[in-house]
């Protein structure tokens, strides 16, 4: 079993990939074809003139583009500060393509300085993984609902254990060893979730956009580089293959990560 790290060792590890990575999505995620998908698929749920609060927004990545999509009213959030600081130097660089406005600030998701009843959109990205146990996690969902304004939405993007699961059952079946969960992750229960926020807010939909993508590059890929013999990085986001499968339309409830669409009460 693996040993989960502490949270003082999960703020060490985001802090050593803000400084490693910089501007690079690979600051979040070295998946970056499983980020693009992602920022589309919120996207869909924004709208010209939302007001939008990003919590973990890491390095600005994803909630600059947001933004530069939609004409947004967009605050940003992270725990790290050297997080913060590459978001702030990436507005800089990118203000003439922003459309609306976007800020950055230090922020903790389980003790949110923003007002209740203030945003329309409510944007966490793999976040709630990084809290290390439920109680936390219950708390970082309750504090982004309760800034959320009546019937603003929450878009919340996360690893889920059902969808890592059925993943390594898919690979399994095909002799694959299981993908493990990195030690800084706790993915979250999908049922637990929706659960626990029901009597606050109500569950629209939830998305396997990157279902296609896992099955092609985590379970295809893999199958044929063992019988080609051949020397390649299964999850390299730059290999064409990879490219390929980010193109093709969600099948199948094979992602790990999922975005959860709901609707305050």
Not at 84 to 94: F, G, K, P, V
Not at 224 to 233: D, I
Request: charged share 25%; proline share 5%; net charge negative.
């Amino acid at each position: 079993m693996t040993t989960r790290l502490t949270q003082a060792e999960v703020y060490e590890f985001w802090s050593r990939q803000a400084q490693e990575h910089g501007q690079s999505p690979s600051a979040s995620w070295s998946d970056h074809r499983v980020i693009e998908m992602e920022i589309a698929e919120i996207l869909r749920h924004l709208s010209d003139a939302d007001r939008v609060l990003d919590v973990g927004c890491a390095n600005g990545y994803s909630s600059l583009q947001f933004a530069s999509a939609r004409r947004l009213q967009l605050r940003g959030l992270d725990y790290i500060p050297k997080m913060i600081d590459e978001a702030r130097t990436r507005l800089h660089a990118m203000k003439e393509h922003i459309r609306g406005s976007a800020e950055f600030d230090v922020g903790d998701i389980t003790e949110l300085k923003e007002p209740s009843n203030t945003y329309d959109k409510v944007v966490v990205i793999r976040v709630l993984i990084n809290l290390g146990n439920w109680d936390r996690q219950l708390k970082g969902l309750s504090e982004c609902i309760r800034v959320l304004k009546p019937g603003g939405l929450l878009l919340l993007s996360e690893a889920t254990l059902q969808g890592w699961r059925r993943l390594n059952a898919f690979r399994a079946e095909w002799g694959l060893d299981d993908v493990p969960m990195p030690p800084f992750n706790q993915y979250v229960d999908q049922d637990q979730v929706i659960s626990a926020v029901r009597d606050e807010a109500e569950l629209l939909e939830v998305s396997n956009f990157a279902s296609t993508y896992y099955v092609g590059t985590r379970v295809l890929k893999p199958l044929l580089a063992k019988a080609a013999h051949a020397p390649v990085s299964v999850a390299d986001p730059n290999a064409e293959w990879n490219r390929w499968f980010s193109q093709l339309p969600p099948a199948g409830d094979y992602g790990t990560q999922k975005l959860f669409v709901f609707r305050k009460l």
